[in-house]
């Protein structure tokens, strides 16, 4: 029997829409019809409430990826408003696709939880934002799922702790990853996957890897040692402008990647029966009688 569960592929977006929200649509269909994933996922950033004066106000470290003049425009550029994103899950729910949106601060969690997406997503870089997580853990009732990139292994022990104490663990999906664009395969990590299974399968829903990295193969990997949801960046053209296009798949990729695991869940089997039934005409033929 097969105990794995079905992967669940999320093609994440990000801002790599690069603030147009037809570009945004296009995304949506081409991971919907081409790459048949199960679903996308976006950002939403409250930029004044997430940023320093001085952060808002500086240049952006990589101007040719810029969008403003400082790094506050750049980033309010590529900000949906909520009325523009509740566009976006009806088109996504048009495909039949899942909708989601990773969340930055509170007033953007907030904001999205307002839209009732089946799951929001919490990135690595605020995990540790117990406020925006106890708000989240009283007042939305559909999945959390929190990426574990750059987090000491007790910072992921209390994490999990402060959903068990508010009976949200068990809608509660913890991604395996390393925070790194593009990350070197000797930096991915795999193993990090089993830890997790070992010390937390039981206490949460799911285990996720997020991935990096350049290149499909590690995902089955990561898949066949229990990250049954797998989530990888998406960009419809890795050359286009902005910082994470050039460590995210394209349509081919992206969907390569959905065939790849689809399959590998139902390769996962015992036999049947100790002969099957193609092998027993090949059996037939070419076993060994002896003299």
Same mark, same amino acid.
């Given at each position: 029997?097969?105990?794995?569960?079905?992967?669940?592929?999320?093609?994440?977006?990000?801002?790599?829409?690069?603030?147009?929200?037809?570009?945004?649509k296009?995304?949506?269909?081409m991971?919907?019809?081409?790459?048949e994933?199960?679903?996308?996922?976006?950002?939403?950033?409250?930029?004044?409430?997430?940023?320093?004066?001085?952060?808002?106000n500086?240049?952006?470290?990589?101007p040719?990826?810029?969008?403003?003049?400082?790094?506050?425009?750049?980033?309010?550029?590529?900000?949906?408003?909520?009325?523009?994103?509740?566009?976006?899950?009806?088109?996504?729910?048009?495909?039949?696709? /899942?909708?989601?949106?990773?969340?930055?601060?509170? $007033?953007?969690? !907030? *904001?999205?939880?307002e839209? %009732?997406?089946?799951? @929001?997503?919490?990135?690595?870089?605020?995990?540790?934002?117990?406020?925006?997580?106890?708000?989240?853990?009283?007042?939305?009732?559909?999945?959390?799922?929190?990426?574990?990139?750059?987090?000491?292994?007790?910072?992921?022990?209390?994490?999990?702790?402060?959903f068990?104490?508010?009976?949200?663990?068990?809608?509660?999906?913890?991604?395996?990853?390393?925070?790194?664009?593009?990350?070197? /395969?000797?930096?991915?990590?795999?193993?990090?996957? $089993?830890?997790? !299974? *070992?010390?937390?399968?039981? %206490?949460?829903?799911? @285990?996720?890897?997020?991935?990096?990295?350049?290149?499909?193969?590690?995902?089955?990997?990561?898949?066949?040692?229990?990250?049954?949801?797998?989530?990888?960046?998406?960009?419809?053209?890795?050359?286009?402008?902005?910082?994470?296009?050039?460590?995210?798949?394209?349509?081919?990729?992206?969907?390569?990647?959905?065939?790849?695991?689809?399959?590998?869940?139902?390769?996962?089997?015992?036999?049947?029966?100790?002969?099957?039934?193609?092998?027993?005409?090949?059996?037939?033929?070419?076993?060994?009688?002896?003299?």
């Amino acid at each position: 029997m097969n105990n794995y569960k079905k992967p669940r592929i999320i093609a994440e977006v990000g801002c790599n829409h690069m603030g147009d929200i037809e570009i945004a649509k296009k995304f949506i269909k081409m991971a919907s019809v081409f790459c048949e994933v199960d679903g996308v996922k976006f950002q939403k950033r409250n930029n004044k409430e997430l940023l320093t004066p001085e952060q808002y106000n500086a240049a952006h470290p990589n101007p040719y990826n810029s969008y403003g003049k400082t790094y506050g425009e750049h980033r309010e550029f590529l900000e949906f408003t909520v009325q523009q994103h509740l566009e976006l899950k009806k088109y996504c729910e048009e495909f039949g696709m /899942v909708y989601s949106t990773s969340v930055w601060d509170l $007033t953007s969690a !907030k *904001e999205i939880a307002e839209l %009732k997406p089946q799951f @929001i997503k919490i990135p690595s870089a605020c995990n540790n934002n117990y406020k925006m997580l106890d708000w989240l853990c009283k007042n939305y009732q559909g999945e959390i799922h929190i990426s574990v990139g750059m987090t000491t292994y007790n910072e992921i022990k209390e994490m999990i702790e402060f959903f068990e104490e508010r009976g949200r663990n068990k809608d509660l999906v913890v991604y395996s990853c390393t925070s790194g664009y593009p990350v070197p /395969v000797d930096d991915i990590c795999l193993l990090e996957i $089993t830890r997790l !299974k *070992e010390k937390y399968e039981n %206490k949460v829903k799911e @285990i996720g890897f997020s991935g990096h990295h350049n290149g499909i193969a590690i995902d089955v990997a990561a898949y066949t040692l229990g990250a049954s949801t797998i989530e990888r960046h998406f960009t419809l053209n890795r050359t286009w402008k902005g910082t994470d296009h050039a460590a995210s798949l394209e349509p081919d990729g992206m969907r390569k990647l959905a065939r790849d695991l689809r399959n590998t869940y139902k390769a996962l089997t015992y036999k049947r029966e100790e002969i099957l039934d193609i092998e027993k005409v090949q059996r037939e033929k070419l076993k060994y009688r002896g003299i």
